[in-house]
């Protein structure tokens, strides 16, 4: 089974990297324009800076535009996030409401590392 699905890994990992970087870009949109019942936040502040990030970073992200430094700074952003807001409720991810927060840090780690992959902007544009 694993040769088969082998053959199919290029396409997998374009449905993860367009899934993930679609998702967070919802999470911008939340706080860049109130989208998706969020509310809009200043730019200026740590949340505007944050849905900026979600926001573009998703989007280039699912594109497979300069995956590798944005998926990086993306990753960092949920670090963040996931140690100034969720760590001090509890120790384990599950009790304090950051499996997400964990979940996109190692995605976007993981895409930062392997790359935009064949099916992306960034494969063209080589």
């Avoid at 396409?11 to 993930?20: E, G, H, N």
Wanted: hydrophobic content about 55%.
């Amino acid at each position: 089974m694993q040769k088969a699905l082998a053959a199919l890994a290029p396409y997998f990992y374009f449905a993860l990297r367009v899934v993930a970087g679609l998702a967070f870009a919802q999470h911008g949109a939340q706080k860049l324009f109130g989208l998706l019942g969020g509310q809009a936040v200043a730019l200026s502040s740590q949340r505007g800076l944050a849905g900026i990030i979600e926001f573009v970073g998703g989007i280039m992200i699912a594109l497979g535009l300069f995956t590798t430094p944005v998926a990086f700074i993306a990753s960092g952003e949920m670090a963040w996030a996931y140690f100034q807001n969720h760590a001090p409720k509890g120790a384990w991810p599950i009790q304090n409401g950051g499996e997400l927060a964990v979940l996109y840090c190692f995605i976007f780690l993981y895409l930062s590392a392997l790359g935009s992959g064949k099916l992306s902007i960034d494969s063209i544009r080589k």
